[in-house]
């Protein structure tokens, strides 16, 4: 089914370990975007590529770095997690980032740093 | 960005219409109405949007104030599997706008068998 794919799903990291989320999407959309939840919150931006070859900070990039390796994926690494980036991670694309349409999200990498 | 206000949270029942309601007082000419929802344990899912007039898809209507000061997301019949987290959310589409989806806390609609 076309998507978008996010591995891992699960992961568990100490503390100042580093490890890079994969994301790719098949369906030829311009702009990709990496947000985080927290329990009981919604989506916060943390990354968004707008097109290939441009990177730009959302809301909450303290920590993380991300790479447009090509028009299809977007990876997001943490170089040294902490326990305050215990969170869901979800990965989403969509046609162009000021087209109207639905962004297509990935369903997520839970991620726990102890 | 321009902000938007639901309920906490609704409940409806098997098989019966729900109506969704979003504000969005502050609301530009240039902004969409983004509806998505979010099952337990999944991402989130596009549900439906619009600019002005009222819009029907295959999962629900909107239906869009003539002020555009408020709308509503309507699910026809609602099912056990339409509970989730929904979010209103408004997009900028001007060049050299807000690129990005601001998710809020969103509505949590339980429905009862």
Redesign the interface.
């Known amino acids: 089914n076309a998507g978008v794919t996010q591995t891992p799903k699960f992961q568990v990291l100490k503390t100042g370990q580093s490890m890079t989320l994969q994301c790719a999407q098949d369906m030829n959309h311009n702009s990709m975007y990496w947000y985080r939840q927290d329990p009981g919150m919604g989506l916060r931006l943390i990354y968004y590529s707008a097109s290939e070859g441009t990177t730009d900070k959302g809301e909450v990039p303290n920590g993380y770095n991300v790479s447009r390796l090509n028009k299809r994926e977007f990876s997001l690494r943490l170089e040294s997690a902490a326990p305050s980036q215990t969170s869901v991670y979800f990965c989403a694309s969509s046609e162009a980032p000021q087209g109207p349409r639905g962004y297509t999200f990935g369903s997520g990498t839970r991620l726990t740093v102890v | 960005d321009a902000k938007t206000t639901q309920p906490n949270s609704m409940e409806s029942n098997e098989e019966e219409p729900v109506h969704l309601p979003c504000n969005h007082s502050t609301i530009s000419g240039t902004d969409?109405i983004?509806w998505?929802r979010q099952l337990p344990?999944?991402?989130?899912?596009?549900v439906i949007?619009g600019?002005t007039s009222n819009v029907n898809n295959r999962m629900a209507s909107l239906a869009i104030a003539e002020d555009r000061k408020s709308s509503t997301l309507i699910l026809h019949r609602a099912t056990l599997r339409d509970a989730a987290v929904y979010?209103c959310i408004l997009?900028d589409?001007?060049?050299g706008?807000s690129?990005?989806?601001?998710?809020?806390?969103?509505m949590k609609l339980t429905v009862n068998p």
Do not use: I
């Open positions: 969409y983004h998505y344990s999944q991402g989130p899912e596009y949007h600019l979010y997009r589409v001007v060049q706008g690129e990005k989806l601001v998710f809020g806390k969103g």
